[in-house]
T-cell receptor, first 111, second 114 residues
């Protein structure tokens, strides 16, 4: 039973538009949330994170939103660029320190 | 900066063979871990270590063995390879393993078991 779900395996957007990637989790004990980005033939790299005491964190074109009541996390990329085309994984952690990853969403940004 | 280095990048094994995936980091991180990535399953934790001489099981440890004799190295051993172990394997490290720390990943090992 997956505790972290990314229900959209893929997403395609036009360059310059907004990309919204979603992630749902089941356990309200999770208290830290992260997004990783992965290019083909490379390892994942950290993108942005948010603590459960906040509902928004912004870093340049990337913003992560947290809705604790809905147990929902989203990543907004504005404006989207072709170089953003990659697989995006959300991850959650609890006080055990272990990260649980979602299945990933493949984003394609078309020029 | 080398970061996290994994070898080999590709490997093909026959069922029943054994092999070791190597992982080394030069960031003096205490925490090291191994993940496997499978289609539709995301990244799943195999084994992890919070320091030299200390290892523990993750979500999918069966069929794998690890040891941590130095801070820098964390090899993953497949004892008797099975087709179900066909996957992409990633080694990752962080300073202490706290859930708020970002993980640094290697570039992966693509393993096929025939």
């Amino acid at each position: 039973d997956q505790q972290v779900k990314q229900n959209s395996p893929s997403l395609s957007v036009q360059e310059g538009r907004i990309s919204i990637l979603n992630c749902d989790y089941t356990n309200s004990m999770f208290d830290y949330f992260l997004w990783y980005k992965k290019y083909p033939a490379e390892g994942p790299t950290f993108l942005i994170s948010i603590s459960s005491i906040k509902d928004k964190n912004e870093d340049g074109r990337f913003t992560v939103f947290l809705n604790k009541s809905a147990k929902h996390l989203s990543l907004h990329i504005v404006p989207s660029q072709p170089g953003d085309s990659a697989v995006y994984f959300c991850a959650v952690s609890s006080n055990t320190g272990k990260l649980i990853f979602g299945q990933g969403t493949t984003l394609q940004v078309k020029p | 900066n080398a970061g996290v280095t994994q070898t080999p990048k590709f490997q093909v094994l026959k069922t029943g063979q054994s092999m070791t995936l190597q992982c080394a980091q030069d960031m003096n991180h205490e925490y090291m871990s191994w993940y496997r990535q499978d289609p539709g399953m995301g990244l799943r934790l195999i084994h992890y270590s919070v320091g030299a001489g200390i290892t523990d099981q993750g979500e999918v440890p069966n069929g794998y063995n690890v040891s941590r004799s130095t801070t820098e190295d964390f090899p993953l051993r497949l004892l008797s390879a099975a087709p179900s172990q066909t996957s992409v394997y990633f080694c990752a490290s962080s300073y202490s393993g706290a859930g708020t720390e970002k993980l640094f990943f290697g570039s992966g090992t693509q393993l096929s078991v025939l």
